[in-house]
C-alpha cells in the first residue's frame, strides 16, 4: 500500500517546533474577585497547569478591592472550578499544587498605595524572571481600563520599557470603547502609558479552534482556495445564534445591543478570516494586516441592508422565555436591538458581487456558530435545466460551534431504479478525528499573551475600522423606535424582516441544524 494511504502515518506538520518555551512571569488579574476570573480565566490557567503549558514557574497575583484572604480567595476559585472546568472531576492534587502559585492582594484601583503593595507583591522573589516578565489581565469594567492602566504606568507597576529580555503586557477584554470615538479616545490613553506591541485586546472567539482553522483550511490546502472568490460563490451567510436571552447583563446589554456586543467584534473578526486575501506570512503583522484591509473594503451598507430585531415572549425546547423588555435591568419600553442581520458586500477583486449575510440573536432556536459559503447554480443545462430550483447548490460549512467540524455539500444520484438527485453530505468532524479535546479560547489566549504571540489579539486600527462600521449602522437607525415588523418570538429565526431581506436578492436563510439532523433530505 502507498505509504500515504495508511491511516495511521499521517504527515503531521508542527509548526511551533522551534517555539521557544516562554520565560517564567507573574500573571496579575486586575479585577481578581469578578465572574470573569472566576468562569474563565482561573479554568483557563487551570488547565494550562494541568498540561504543563504554563512556564516554570508561573506566579498568579489577584489583585482587587475585596477583602479576601489567599485561603478564602482561593477557596471560592476551587468552588467556581468545580462548576466551569471543561474536565470533570477536578483534579484535587492538580489544583492543588496550581493553588501553591495564587496570591492575593487587597487595594482600591484608584488608590496608588494599592499599587505600591502590588510592586512589593510582585517583586518578592529572587526569581528575576518572575520580578520582572509582567502580565496584567484587566478582568475590570471598561470605564476602568484608562484609568487602571494610567495607574499602573506612573507608579512604575507596569513598565513601558522594560529592560530586554524582560517584558511587561496588558490584556484587556472587550468592549473596547463604545464607538469609534470612544475606542480612539482609549485607544489614545492606552497608547500614552504602554507601546501598541504590549497591548494584547481580546476576542476570545479568535482563541476558538475551529475559528483558528479557518487560516489553516483555506491556506494550507490546495484545493478551496481556486472556488473561494465571486467566480464561483454566490453568497456567504454567517450566523451566531445563541438560545440565551440576556439573563442577568441587562445593564449591559442595554447599553451594547447585538450590534455592539457581537456583530462589532466576533462576526466581523470571522467575516475577516473568511474573506481576506492570503498573508504575506504567517506573522501577527501580515495576518492582521490583511484583516485590516480586508474590513476596510466593506462598502458602506445603505437601509435596506441592514434589520434589527428584539424578542418577545415565546418559547425555546418547550421553555417559556420571557419578553426581552420584562428582562432584569432592561427599560420596558427598550428599543435595544437583540437581533441584527446585515448584507455586507466587499469592494475588492475577489468578492465584488457576493453578498455576505450576517446574523446574530439571542433567543434564536438553537446555540450555534457558522459560516455557509453556498456555491453559484451549475449551467442551466443537463440536471440544472431539468430540476430548476430543486436542485441544490453546492455548500462548504464551517461549523464552528457545537458539534464542529466542515461540510461539503453536492448532489448525488438516490440510488433505486428512478432518476433522482438530491444532496449528499461529506463531513469532517473534530469529535470524531481528534476526539473531544477542545481547549477553551481562554487557554490559548493567555498562553499567547505570555508568549508574546499577538496574531489572535486586534490591533488598534482593526477594532477602529470595525467600530467604523458598526457607527456607520447606528447611525442609520438613529433614535426610530422598533417597528412591528421588527419583533420576533423566542425560540425563532428572528424578525420577518430579516427574510425581506434576503428575499429581495432572490436568496434565503439557511438555518443551521444541529448536525445529526442535517440530513439531506432536509437540506
Ligand atoms: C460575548 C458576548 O462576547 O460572546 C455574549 O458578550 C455572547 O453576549 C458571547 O453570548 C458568545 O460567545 P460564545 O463563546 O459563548 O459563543
Not at 468545580?82 to 472531576?89: E, I
Request: charged residues 25%.
Amino acid at each position: 500500500m502507498d505509504q500515504l494511504e495508511q491511516p495511521d502515518d499521517l504527515i503531521v506538520c508542527k509548526l511551533d517546533d522551534d517555539r521557544v518555551p516562554p520565560s517564567p512571569c507573574t500573571v496579575v488579574i486586575v479585577g481578581a474577585t469578578g465572574e470573569l476570573t472566576a468562569r474563565k480565566l482561573i479554568p483557563a490557567l487551570y488547565q494550562l497547569h494541568r498540561a504543563n503549558a504554563l512556564p516554570q514557574p508561573t506566579r498568579i497575583i489577584g489583585f482587587a478591592r475585596k477583602d479576601h484572604t489567599l485561603d478564602s480567595w482561593r477557596n471560592e476559585l476551587f468552588d467556581a472550578l468545580l462548576q466551569h472546568s471543561r474536565t470533570k472531576p477536578v483534579d484535587r492534587t492538580a489544583w492543588d499544587s496550581f493553588a501553591s502559585s495564587l496570591y492575593y492582594c487587597r487595594g482600591e484601583l484608584s488608590d496608588p498605595n494599592a499599587y505600591a503593595k502590588l510592586e512589593q507583591t510582585i517583586s518578592t522573589t529572587s526569581d528575576q524572571q518572575l520580578a520582572e516578565n509582567r502580565l496584567f489581565y484587566l478582568a475590570i469594567p471598561p470605564s476602568q481600563f484608562g484609568p487602571v492602566v494610567e495607574m499602573l504606568h506612573q507608579t512604575g507597576v507596569f513598565r513601558r520599557d522594560p529592560s530586554p529580555p524582560f517584558w511587561n503586557r496588558i490584556v484587556i477584554e472587550k468592549p473596547f470603547g463604545h464607538d469609534l470615538a470612544s475606542a480612539r479616545q482609549l485607544n489614545a490613553i492606552l497608547t500614552r502609558h504602554t507601546h501598541e506591541n504590549q497591548l494584547f485586546r481580546i476576542d476570545h472567539y479568535l482563541g476558538k479552534e475551529t475559528v483558528q482553522n479557518i487560516l489553516m483550511f483555506r491556506f494550507a490546502n490546495s484545493i478551496f482556495e481556486p472556488i473561494w472568490s465571486r467566480q464561483t460563490v454566490d453568497y456567504v451567510q454567517i450566523t451566531l445564534s445563541e438560545q440565551a436571552g440576556v439573563g442577568n447583563r441587562g445593564g449591559y446589554y442595554e447599553e451594547a445591543g447585538a450590534l455592539r456586543d457581537v456583530v462589532q467584534n466576533h462576526l466581523l473578526q470571522v467575516l475577516a478570516l473568511v474573506a481576506m486575501e492570503p498573508p504575506v506570512s504567517l506573522e501577527a503583522e501580515s495576518v492582521r494586516d490583511e484583516k485590516v484591509k480586508l474590513l476596510k473594503s466593506i462598502r458602506t451598507p445603505g437601509p435596506r441592508d441592514i434589520v434589527r430585531g428584539q424578542y418577545t415572549e415565546g418559547a425555546i425546547d418547550g421553555r417559556p422565555c420571557p419578553a426581552y423588555r420584562t428582562e432584569p435591568k432592561v427599560n420596558p419600553n427598550s428599543n435595544v436591538e437583540t437581533y441584527v442581520a446585515l448584507r455586507l458586500q466587499i469592494d475588492n477583486w475577489r468578492w465584488a458581487g457576493v453578498p455576505f449575510y450576517l446574523r446574530t440573536g439571542k433567543r434564536l432556536p438553537i446555540n450555534v456558530s457558522e459560516v455557509r459559503v453556498q456555491f453559484r447554480q451549475t449551467p442551466n443545462v443537463l440536471f440544472a435545466a431539468r430540476c430548476g430550483e430543486n436542485l441544490d447548490t453546492n455548500a462548504i460549512i464551517l461549523r464552528l460551534q457545537p458539534q464542529e467540524g466542515i461540510s461539503l455539500r453536492f448532489n448525488g444520484k438516490v440510488p433505486g431504479t428512478s432518476m433522482q438527485v438530491r444532496p449528499v453530505r461529506m463531513h469532517f468532524s473534530y469529535d470524531a478525528e481528534f476526539g473531544a479535546y477542545t481547549p477553551e479560547a481562554y487557554e490559548r489566549l493567555l498562553l499567547d499573551a505570555i508568549d508574546g504571540d499577538a496574531t489572535l489579539f486586534l490591533r488598534r486600527d482593526e477594532v477602529e475600522v470595525c467600530w467604523a462600521i458598526v457607527d456607520r449602522i447606528r447611525t442609520l437607525w438613529g433614535d426610530s423606535p422598533l417597528q412591528q415588523n421588527e419583533f420576533y418570538a423566542a425560540g425563532t429565526w428572528g424578525p420577518p424582516c430579516a427574510n425581506e431581506l434576503l428575499k429581495r436578492h432572490n436568496h434565503s436563510w439557511r438555518d443551521p441544524r444541529p448536525v445529526c439532523s442535517d440530513t439531506p433530505a432536509n437540506p
